[in-house]
């Protein structure tokens, strides 16, 4: 099974067989006319999709895949799947990067735990000891912090910096301001998780910086959408 998981920023991709991931990789959205040569062949029988990036990116995904006789199995959030139920009050306007992420986190951590997808934006969801995901937060991402500040203000300029418990630079001032923004979210969500022992499963592009960071139980789990993807399409 192949499963490619579409982003604000990158797609990235996975060749599952069984639970085993095989091979993975990702490419800039730009690229993704280039889609097709960098995915595995032949393409496996079974494609299953989760885009956030729009209809543009669509358009690119089925030339790639349904141009070489594949169908695509387009994932969307549900109330209930794979031993996840949604209390969004909306379960259909859940992104289906997220769905897909909470399903991939009950499946490799069976009991309560902390949902965490730090990239172009960080979403931070709560999913408890039954699979019930209880709800969750969407900030900025830690890229988009600091651009943020750059584009917004006329002396903030975007510079290197690197996180210090009391910052004496403005670089590592915004550096650090920007972490422990990201952190302080994840500890309050934990904190309403109520179970001190569960797991932060962290996954995304920001991850490496935000773990070294956190002082609760962490998992990393690079691949967590994938994941989610397959057990959705082996399901079905």
Request: aromatic content about 4%; hydrophobic content about 45%; glycine content about 12%.
């Amino acid at each position: 099974m192949l499963t490619l998981d579409c982003g604000n920023t990158r797609l990235k991709w996975g060749l599952f067989e069984g639970e085993r991931l095989l091979q993975d990789g990702a490419l800039a959205l730009v690229e993704l006319g280039n889609l097709v040569r960098r995915l595995p062949q032949p393409l496996p029988q079974r494609v299953v999709v989760s885009n956030v990036a729009g209809e543009r990116a669509a358009v690119e995904i089925r030339a790639a895949v349904e141009g070489h006789g594949r169908l695509i199995q387009w994932v969307k959030s549900q109330r209930a799947q794979c031993g996840v139920t949604s209390r969004y009050a909306d379960a259909a306007q859940l992104g289906a990067d997220r769905w897909a992420a909470l399903i991939g986190a009950r499946h490799l951590h069976p009991g309560p735990c902390l949902v965490v997808m730090a990239g172009t934006a960080t979403t931070v969801d709560v999913l408890d000891g039954a699979g019930v995901f209880q709800g969750g937060v969407i900030l900025p991402g830690l890229q988009l912090m600091r651009e943020s500040l750059s584009r917004n203000t006329a002396q903030l300029k975007e510079e290197a910096g690197a996180f210090a418990p009391l910052p004496r630079s403005t670089a590592d001032a915004i550096a650090s301001g920007c972490l422990n923004a990201q952190i302080g979210a994840i500890e309050r969500m934990h904190r309403a998780l109520g179970v001190a022992a569960a797991p932060c499963v962290v996954s995304g592009g920001a991850a490496a910086a935000l773990l070294p960071q956190l002082t609760l139980p962490t998992r990393a789990e690079p691949h967590l959408v994938l994941h989610g993807l397959a057990r959705i399409g082996y399901s079905s």
